[in-house]
């Protein structure tokens, strides 16, 4: 069981828009900031969004994170076929002094 | 360019211990906060132990009192000693740079008989 809760799956046809969300607590989502990542098959899991909504260089716009109190939010618009993947959520949670994970999310293209 | 390579993992019977190592590149270990991350096969993400630069370590509750987080400042490595390893604990195990920047293509550790 995760300490954050994700959907385990998501769809959604090319060139759509699909949102995963991300549910936690207090003690992580609510009082730090989130990160997402994506994770192709068989390879390291890689940081898409950082503090929220922050995208690291070569991240390409069509992906945005949100965060409101305790939840939060992961859009990828414009969906491509190379964005089938699984994807995480994570916060840094105060109470257990340690990175806390949703338990993922796969994306499927239609 | 920052590389992340760890090995140490393999095969090992329940109750036995392996040192995981991730050597590290383009960047210094010490000045930076490190984890390790690991991923039952099959399964999603568990974030394992944290060195922070001042040298503070912490654990997740499944590891602690098993598991030790350290660096060797001189070799850029960072490292994780596990002991009484159970069948639980297998897994790819990920070096990360914090935070979440950067992270290796990790070590498969099985523990079995």
């Known amino acids: 069981q995760s300490v954050l809760t994700q959907p385990p799956s998501a769809s959604g046809a090319p060139g759509q828009r699909v949102t995963i969300s991300c549910s936690g607590s207090?003690?992580?989502?609510?009082?730090?900031?989130i990160n997402w990542y994506q994770q192709l098959p068989g390879t390291a899991p890689k940081l898409l969004i950082y503090?929220?909504?922050q995208r690291p260089s070569g991240v390409p716009d069509r992906f945005s994170g949100s965060k409101s109190g305790t939840s939060a939010s992961l859009a990828i618009s414009g969906l491509q076929s190379e964005d089938e993947a699984d994807y995480y959520c994570?916060?840094?949670?105060?109470?257990?002094?340690?990175?806390?994970f949703g338990g993922g999310t796969k994306l499927t293209l239609l | 360019e920052v590389q992340l390579v760890e090995s140490g993992g393999g095969l090992v019977q329940p109750g036995g211990s392996l040192r995981l190592s991730c050597a590290a590149s383009?960047?210094?270990?010490?000045?930076?906060?490190m984890s390790w991350v690991r991923q039952a096969p099959g399964k999603g993400l568990e974030w394992v132990s944290i060195?922070?630069?001042?040298?503070?370590?912490y654990y997740a509750g499944s590891v602690k009192g098993r598991f030790t987080i350290s660096r060797d400042n001189s070799k850029n490595t960072l490292y994780l000693q596990t002991s009484s390893l159970r069948a639980e604990d297998t897994a790819v195990y990920y070096c990360?740079?914090?935070?979440?920047?950067?992270w290796g293509r990790g070590t498969l550790v099985t523990v079995s008989s």
């Open positions: 383009g960047f210094t270990v010490s000045s930076n906060y």
């Open positions: 503090s929220n909504n």
């Open positions: 060195i922070y630069r001042d040298g503070s370590t």
């Open positions: 207090s003690s992580n989502i609510g009082s730090n900031t």
């Open positions: 990360v740079r914090e935070p979440g920047t950067d």
């Open positions: 994570a916060a840094w949670d105060v109470s257990l002094n340690g990175w806390v």
